[in-house]
T-cell receptor
Framework: ELKVEQNPLFLSMQEGKNYTIYCNYS?????LYWYRQDPGKSLESLFV?????AVKQEGRLMASLDTKARLSTLHITAAVHDLSATYFC??????????????FGQGTILTVHP | GAGVSQSPSNKVTEKGKDVELRCDPI?????LYWYRQSLGQGLEFLIY????????KSGLPSDRFSAERTGGSVSTLTIQRTQQEDSAVYLC?????????????????FGPGTRLTVT
């Protein structure tokens, strides 16, 4: 069974601090996604990572992918309150009858406080 | 252009009633996915359509759940005899094609969701 596990599930950070969210997955996939979700809102795509060693950065967020370890990280640099949200990683089914189906991690609820 | 739309945005229903949730994908998108987000189960896949066919219904939690897609466009998710555990946000996503075709990969675009509350 395909599994995607994130940790931590809850993260309370002080503004200005750095932290990393981890995403482990159980089987190969052709791409990994990071999404942000604000309360009561839908999913906002942050990053799509395609290949081993891929690194993408947008503002204070940087995502990386290690396909050999089946691990992706989302690193937060100098956190600000606006980053408070729930972050999901997901992998895409690369074949079979459910081509394109996404399997999500549990989500990490990030709260940034002064 | 227009994104994925879902209706209603919120639905409150009594236990035992039937509900229908609607998804309008982006025009021309052949693949359509339904996901459910609930407190206990997180974000989980329900069903996938390619055109009007559903090659994978494995995520539907019980036979009270069904979905159809007509004209390769609008999809309706129907929940019969709703139970309190059906309370969740139901998300729909569409993509031009499912996954990859001709070496080009296609991404899913999510709708705003329908929040279902069963009382």
């Amino acid at each position: 069974e395909l599994k995607v596990e994130q940790n931590p599930l809850f993260l309370s950070m002080q503004e200005g601090k750095n932290y990393t969210i981890y995403c482990n997955y159980s089987t190969t996939s052709d791409r990994l996604y990071w999404y942000r979700q604000d309360p009561g809102k839908s999913l906002e795509s942050l990053f799509v990572l395609l290949s081993n060693g891929a690194v993408k950065q947008e503002g204070r967020l940087m995502a990386s992918l290690d396909t050999k370890a089946r691990l992706s990280t989302l690193h937060i640099t100098a956190a600000v309150h606006d980053l408070s949200a729930t972050y999901f990683c997901a992998i895409r089914n690369a074949g079979g009858t459910s081509y394109g189906k996404l399997t999500f991690g549990q989500g990490t609820i990030l709260t940034v406080h002064p | 252009g227009a994104g994925v739309s879902q209706s209603p945005s919120n639905k409150v229903t009594e236990k035992g009633k039937d509900v229908e949730l609607r998804c309008d994908p982006i025009s021309g998108h052949t693949a359509l996915y339904w996901y459910r987000q609930s407190l206990g189960q997180g974000l989980e896949f329900l069903i996938y359509f390619q055109g009007n066919s559903a090659p994978d219904k494995s995520g539907l939690p019980s036979d009270r759940f069904s979905a159809e897609r007509t004209g390769g466009s609008v999809s309706t998710l129907t929940i019969q005899r709703t139970q309190q555990e059906d309370s969740a946000v139901y998300l729909c996503a569409s993509s031009l094609v499912a996954g990859r075709q001709g070496g080009v990969s296609y991404e899913q675009y999510f709708g705003p969701g329908t929040r279902l509350t069963v009382t």
